[in-house]
Each structure stands twice: as structure tokens, then as C-alpha cells.
């Protein structure tokens, strides 16, 4: 599976985002499809996921101001970032796997397949 990302950039602080991802290759629709994003010295963490079936997963730091969703017969998936902070800001990972939603979220052995990281900068 190859993930390609697109959409990162520099915005100001309240400003918006949109991230997208599509997949190829021997890309599933079944997989589970997310983001997760690092910061230089610090730990990657997801940022959400999103199973074939719908169901979403957030980390905390986003929830209610970010929102995910894909669309399974195009193998693509889209993060959009609203009311960004200057935290946000990070190299974004698109990521795919064939095993269970909780198996990306709690970081199990995985995921399998990652994506060229993308930049998002939010400035103060």
C-alpha cells in the first residue's frame, strides 16, 4: 500500500486545514485509515483513525475541532483541522493497516503502512 498525503501548509491560529491521503497499490477498503503527527524530541502521537465501517477514533487534543472521514471507493481519506493552535503544529503522517481500529489506537505492533509525512505549521 502506498499512501500519498497532501494539503499541509502554514496557517494562522484559529485559521483551518484540510489533509488528504489517498491510497494505492494493493490499497484495502477494508483497512483502517488515521493520522498521526510528530514533533521533533517528541513522542508521535495519533491524531485519528477511521475504520472501513465509519467508526473514528480521536485523540484528545483534537477532539471537537478536528474531524475524519474517507470515502472507501475512492481509497482516500481526508482530516479536516479547524480552530488550529500553534500545538498543532507538526510533520502529519497518513497511515494505514488491515488490522482493528484499536490496534492503530493503542499503537499494537503497527501501523503497517505510512505515508511521506506532510507539514502543517500554525503560526501565533
Known amino acids: 500500500v502506498q499512501l500519498q498525503a497532501s494539503g499541509g501548509g502554514l496557517v494562522q491560529a484559529g485559521g483551518s486545514l484540510r489533509l488528504s491521503c489517498a491510497a494505492s497499490?494493493?490499497?484495502?477498503?477494508?483497512?483502517?485509515m488515521g493520522w498521526f503527527r510528530q514533533v521533533p524530541g517528541k513522542q508521535r502521537e495519533l491524531v485519528a483513525a477511521?475504520?472501513?465501517?465509519?467508526?473514528?477514533n480521536y485523540g484528545d487534543s483534537v477532539k471537537g475541532r478536528f474531524t475524519i472521514s474517507r470515502d472507501n471507493a475512492k481509497s482516500t481519506v481526508a482530516l479536516q483541522m479547524d480552530d488550529l493552535t500553534p500545538e498543532d503544529t507538526a510533520v502529519y503522517y497518513c497511515?494505514?493497516?488491515?488490522?482493528?481500529?484499536?490496534?492503530?489506537?493503542?499503537?499494537?505492533?503497527?501501523?503497517?503502512?505510512w505515508g511521506k509525512g506532510t507539514q502543517v505549521t500554525v503560526s501565533s
Open positions: 497499490g494493493r490499497a484495502r477498503n477494508n483497512n483502517v
Open positions: 497511515v494505514s493497516d488491515s488490522g482493528s481500529l484499536l490496534k492503530v489506537v493503542a499503537g499494537l505492533g503497527g501501523p503497517e503502512f
Open positions: 477511521i475504520s472501513s465501517g465509519g467508526g473514528t
